[in-house]
């Protein structure tokens, strides 16, 4: 697996905080709509992060920052990286490609039904090969599947698969991560005691400020 | 040249498939020869919505329990699940 959980916890955790801590310093007080968008973006920058380079994580981080109204906490979390980034990723032509690519897909698709239907009105039954059908059903799916995951649209064939195992691996360990720590808040909810003693919360971050 | 390229890349292909057939819930159930690639792709796809899905809920209830909290105790709350975990 390209992806060692233990390395991926500590920095989902660190960007989480990070996120967090720059949408909440943004914006004070908020609803709980915003605060849900807020964690929501946090985590998925977080994700994004902790893999590190790959088109998925650059696709997602792109969508993300597209949005007028996660620009701000994208710039407090990347600083300087932000600006090159946006840069990078708003390229036209990579989107005058999938413009291209699927005018394509669509002229091909009208003539097969036209074929269809031209052979269903003869009367006689459609003789349609069982492999058509199946790789038909197949670049179905798939399309779905790429629309599903960030950045699939540019990608076919074995380079799509990796991504998508690499992609399902992140979200599971984005799932696991949030879990615990929801069970982690909600223990502390529940009872209002420290249990961390001070000396490894020290060592956790220099951009943690605790006032006592 | 290009029939040995395919081959390695078929290789890979089948690789790829079997780990995400040992990763996606549900289809681990039939025998590993019966699940056809459509089958899995659909499995994936709805795996996907399903992992995003809890994502968002998982937003929400967090965003529930955080509401009334402050930065400090927020903080603490993720290093002890980084500390637990």
């Not at chain 1, 399902?168 to 799932?175: C, E, M, T, Y």
């Not at chain 2, 681990?28 to 809920?57: F, H, M, P, W």
């Amino acid at each position: 697996m390209h992806v060692t959980k233990e390395f991926k916890k500590k920095t989902f955790l660190k960007q989480f905080l990070l996120g967090l801590h720059v949408s909440n310093s943004i914006s004070n007080p908020i609803s709980i709509e915003q605060r849900k968008n807020s964690i929501k973006l946090s985590a998925d920058l977080a994700m994004a992060f902790a893999r590190g380079r790959t088109h998925w994580t650059h696709a997602l981080i792109t969508k993300l920052g597209q949005k007028e109204e996660n620009k701000s906490t994208l710039k407090g979390i990347l600083g300087r990286r932000y600006q090159i980034l946006m840069a990078r990723y708003s390229c036209p032509l990579l989107y005058q490609k999938v413009q291209r690519r699927k005018k394509g897909v669509r002229s091909y698709r009208f003539s097969y039904n036209a074929q269809k239907r031209r052979s269903a009105l003869k009367g006689s039954c459609v003789r349609v090969s069982p492999s058509v059908v199946a790789r038909n059903l197949e670049n179905r799916r798939s399309k779905v599947l790429k629309r599903l995951v960030p950045g699939g649209e540019l990608l076919k064939g074995s380079s799509l698969l990796s991504e998508v195992l690499d992609y399902v691996i992140s979200l599971k360990a984005q799932v696991d991560m949030m879990k615990s720590l929801w069970r982690a808040t909600q223990v502390s909810s529940s009872s209002n005691v420290e249990l961390i003693p001070k000396c490894s919360i020290a060592k956790e971050g220099s951009f943690l400020h605790y006032s006592k | 040249m290009s029939s040995r390229r395919s081959r390695i890349s078929e290789e890979e292909i089948n690789e790829l498939i079997s780990k995400l057939q040992s990763l996606v819930p549900e289809s681990r159930r039939r025998g590993s020869n019966r699940a056809s690639a459509t089958k899995l792709l659909k499995e994936t796809c709805n795996y996907i919505k399903s992992l995003q899905q809890e994502v968002d809920d998982l937003s929400d209830r967090l965003s529930d329990l955080m509401a009334g909290m402050d930065n400090n105790s927020a903080q603490a709350d993720i290093i002890r699940s980084l500390l637990s975990s």
